[in-house]
């Protein structure tokens, strides 16, 4: 593996800025983190060797942006930086917090609001617009061979002689049903109206007596047991989604309501500026450009992309392909989540020390995790050697973690996104876009080598932009 040694002069002779420049002529390195370079053929090496990874600029960045992001966390622990301690948790774990004091904010707010009481629940039940119902299932596809869907069959109809026995009905599907998102609940069902499920289902449902049991009953998925539970077993249920229905309106109201109140204006160049920021994460999460005012607070472009980081690579993929209108009903949304969080602040709203210690282990859990994943060892916390040796260590994890994924063993590994920012924010790293253009090429000429002897290679789509900062798994 090449090593260029170069680049520590280069950053104190010419500083971050130069940096691009210097490397334009012929670039070798793609990327750097910390005192350590990714090179241009280790990048190409990299993108090529991920099955289906596409050859682009894209590609390229959200590669290197996972190894920026292990080098360093590695670079970090073999520096002695406590990457557990509250003040860094407390960055890794932003979204966690402002999620755990809005939810602190909005069960004070619903409480004010109103109360729902068991009453209210009975109606819905006697009202019976809707059922919650209780089912079990054993699987069988339909085109199982007949033994096989005689044996189901079979087994469906034990469980039902066990509850018409007197075995609870929640125990048995607890214990034989094969319906993973309803087994550990008893079996239990969402509220639901007529003609939500399959037909044979939703059928044997509603023609269910309080208490009643089905016979077996055949679906696509399956042979099916169901009950009709009596009105004092789904009491709680029925309020649980009566508090959650009556929470998600109110939620709507009190928020559009802060932004009117507020006066809560989007820019009219927010679309544009966002459509902007998506090829590049790294300069939008440090833009202070105003997106939306409201009295008393601004969003920025930087402040917009953090939130976009905490929902999700699901929904960043989303944007791009979002109309300009689409795009200023999201930056309102977040607006009012803004607003909403500072409203909580100015509550006093607090998270208990009890929460925070429940999200300080799930964060050191995750540093755990990782540096299994990159199997730092306790070598890079040994006090006898020199700062230098440890992130040589370090350094060489890392890099022996990447050769597996260059032969091929793997996917990378992503850091969380929240966590990634807070690792970028507090070390050196940046892209060199003509490296990263140039280990595209690399990794061309890898494949087509690779491919000369299987024959031409199916075109892959390339994926949306993203404004995460350290992507999915490439």
Known sequence: MRRFGVLVPLLLVLGCDSLKDAFTARPEVAAV??????????????????????????AARGVSG??????????????GQDLTDSAFAADALWPEL???????WHDTLLAQRFVLTGRQADSVYTA??????????????ADAPAPMRQAARQKAEQARARVLRGTPFATVAEEVSEDPSSKAEGGYLSLAPRGNWVTAFDSAGWALPVGGISPVVETPFGFHVLRRPPMGEVRDRLLAVLRERKGVMLDSLYLDSLGTAKHLKVADDAPASIRSAISDFDA????????ARWTGGVL??????????????????????????????????????????????????TISAADWTQLLERHRARVDSLRHVLALGSEIFDTTATPAERAKVA????????????EGRGRPFPVQGPFALALRGQGRYRFLPAGLERAIAVA???????????????????????????????
């Open 33 to 58: 983190a910390a005192d350590q370079q990714l090179a241009v053929e280790r990048l190409g090496a990299m993108i090529a060797g991920l099955k289906g990874m596409p050859l682009n600029q894209e």
């Open 66 to 79: 996972v190894w920026i992001d292990h080098m360093l966390f590695a670079q970090a622990l073999a520096t």
């Open 98 to 104: 402002v999620e755990m004091r809005a939810s602190r």
């Open 128 to 141: 019976d617009e809707e059922r919650i119902l209780q089912h079990l299932l054993i699987r069988a596809r």
């Open 284 to 291: 939008a999460i440090g833009s202070k450009k105003a997106l």
């Open 300 to 349: 920025t472009l930087g402040e917009l992309a953090r939130w976009l980081n905490a929902i999700g690579p699901g929904f960043i993929n989303d944007v791009a392909s979002r109309p300009d209108s689409g795009l200023k009903v999201l930056t309102h949304a977040i607006g009012q989540n803004a607003i909403l969080v500072s409203e909580a602040a100015e509550a006093g709203i």
């Open 395 to 406: 350094a060489l994890a890392v890099n022996k973690y990447w050769d597996q994924i260059v």
């Open 444 to 474: 061309t000429e890898i494949r087509d080598k690779a491919d000369s002897a299987t024959g031409p290679r199916p075109p892959v789509p390339a994926p949306r932009p993203t404004l995460q900062p350290a992507p999915a798994t490439p």
